[in-house]
């Protein structure tokens, strides 16, 4: 399985950001693999964004419930990270991954083994 980020690279503050997984090698509707997102930052390390499973059901930290979305398209196996309200804190090497057992714990990054290269976001106008 294959893993590639897309999206903007910079972004203006209050803006919504909109990142998009593309998946190759294998399905995002796979029983029971778990897809996520995740960021670095230096100020706060690995941080993660949220997460989406096989059948569709969303999963995200509560300091983020407000203002994250995940959203995919089966047809062309990806998956989309939405982050509304956006600061310079929001600047971070953004990534996805796909968890590496069936049915894991969404937020615990230790149990994702394959992710993508990452890309840079920068917030700021």
């Known amino acids: 399985v294959q893993l590639a980020e897309s999206g903007p690279a910079l972004v203006q503050p209050s803006q919504t950001l909109s990142l998009t997984c593309t998946v190759s090698?294998?399905?995002?509707?796979?029983?029971?693999?778990?897809w996520t997102w995740a960021r670095r930052s230096p100020r706060v390390g690995l941080e993660w964004m949220g997460a989406?499973?096989?059948?569709?059901?969303?999963y995200f930290p509560p300091a983020l419930k407000s203002r994250a979305s995940i959203t995919r398209d089966t047809s062309r196996n990806q998956f989309t990270l939405h982050l509304t309200s956006l600061t310079p804190e929001d600047t971070a090497i953004y990534y996805c991954?796909?968890?590496?057992?069936?049915?894991?714990?969404?937020?615990?990054?230790?149990?994702?083994?394959?992710w993508g290269q990452g890309t840079q976001v920068t917030v700021s106008s």
């Open positions: 991954a796909r968890s590496t057992e069936e049915n894991p714990d969404p937020g615990d990054l230790a149990e994702y083994d394959t």
């Open positions: 989406i499973t096989w059948s569709g059901a969303t």
């Open positions: 090698g294998g399905s995002i509707s796979a029983e029971y693999y778990y």
